[in-house]
């Protein structure tokens, strides 16, 4: 939230639950979302472009595919071609490689083409609790090489200075919220199992605010400032002019 614009307000529900007062938000709608204010002209960061109107006219999120159900139809294909599904599992070990490794900026000195891998034990046991190495990170890799596309979900500690936790989302389970009217940009991972085979109902929906980076100071700000504690994250080859990247080879 830009701290320039002192009549900036977030608006939230007070409920009564279990006899405590609590903050909520309504189910997923087009008028709804973190505010993340207009980009002033001291913000140089990029201004969002337009998506194809056809993806959103008559849906409350943004299609995946003329059926919505583009990445489980994809899946399913490769299944059945068994050179296929090799080769998806040949290009997630070329991902994975020797694993994770990381350095300390410091080692970047003496030699930056090859530094020291770091041992850290706050580290070793974050990886370890998050299941890094075995469950979270040839997930990822897997969507990615599926669809071009992988969602994820940051918890961050209670003082909001670290994030805790890591989990990965199915791509097949997870759509992107409307292109909000007013900031021409997805505010909200929107994540139901049944987004698999069907259109789930609003009950079904589970919605998380969708980091925003190129717009991140703003994005922290009212994420931290309307009382959450987690955020979505998607990653993406950049093909152009849509929600999601599209592969190239898509068609066959």
């Given at each position: 939230?830009?701290?320039?614009?002192?009549?900036?307000?977030?608006?939230?529900?007070?409920?009564?639950?279990?006899g405590?007062?609590?903050?909520?938000?309504?189910?997923?709608t087009n008028?709804?979302?973190?505010?993340?204010?207009?980009?002033?002209?001291?913000?140089?960061?990029?201004?969002?472009?337009?998506?194809?109107?056809?993806?959103?006219l008559?849906?409350?999120?943004?299609?995946?595919?003329?059926?919505?159900?583009?990445?489980?139809?994809?899946?399913?294909?490769?299944?059945?071609?068994?050179?296929?599904?090799?080769?998806?599992?040949?290009l997630?070990?070329?991902?994975?490689g020797?694993?994770?490794?990381?350095?300390?900026?410091?080692?970047?000195?003496?030699?930056?083409?090859?530094?020291?891998?770091?041992?850290?034990?706050?580290?070793e046991?974050?990886?370890?609790q998050?299941?890094?190495?075995?469950?979270?990170?040839?997930?990822?890799?897997?969507?990615f090489?599926y669809s071009?596309?992988?969602?994820?979900e940051l918890?961050f500690?209670?003082?909001?200075?670290?994030?805790?936790?890591?989990?990965?989302?199915?791509a097949?389970?997870c759509r992107l919220?409307?292109?909000?009217?007013?900031?021409?940009?997805?505010?909200?991972l929107?994540?139901?199992?049944?987004?698999?085979?069907?259109?789930?109902?609003?009950?079904?929906?589970?919605q998380?605010?969708l980091?925003?980076?190129?717009?991140?100071?703003?994005?922290?700000?009212?994420?931290?400032?309307a009382?959450?504690?987690?955020?979505a994250?998607?990653?993406?080859?950049?093909?152009?002019g849509?929600?999601?990247?599209?592969p190239?080879w898509?068609?066959?």
């Open positions: 939230m830009n701290k320039a614009d002192k009549n900036q307000k977030i608006t939230l529900d007070i409920i009564q639950v279990d405590n007062l609590t903050a909520a938000y309504n189910p997923p008028n709804i979302g973190i505010p993340v204010p207009g980009i002033p002209s001291t913000d140089y960061s990029p201004t969002p472009g337009a998506v194809p109107v056809q993806e959103q008559g849906w409350r999120w943004a299609r995946w595919g003329e059926n919505d159900r583009w990445p489980t139809t994809t899946r399913l294909k490769i299944e059945n071609v068994p050179i296929a599904g090799r080769t998806i599992n040949q997630v070990n070329m991902l994975y020797n694993g994770i490794a990381y350095y300390r900026n410091s080692d970047l000195g003496s030699d930056p083409t090859q530094p020291s891998r770091a041992y850290i034990p706050a580290i046991n974050w990886l370890r998050n299941r890094i190495h075995t469950q979270f990170i040839t997930a990822q890799f897997q969507d090489r071009w596309n992988a969602f994820s918890v500690s209670k003082d909001r200075k670290l994030i805790t936790n890591i989990y990965h989302k199915t097949e389970h919220s409307q292109q909000d009217e007013n900031e021409l940009r997805s505010l909200w929107l994540y139901s199992p049944d987004f698999a085979y069907q259109q789930p109902a609003n009950e079904r929906i589970r998380i605010p980091y925003q980076w190129d717009a991140e100071e703003e994005f922290m700000a009212a994420l931290f400032g009382g959450f504690h987690k955020m994250w998607h990653s993406r080859y950049p093909t152009a849509n929600y999601y990247a599209r190239y898509m068609g066959l």
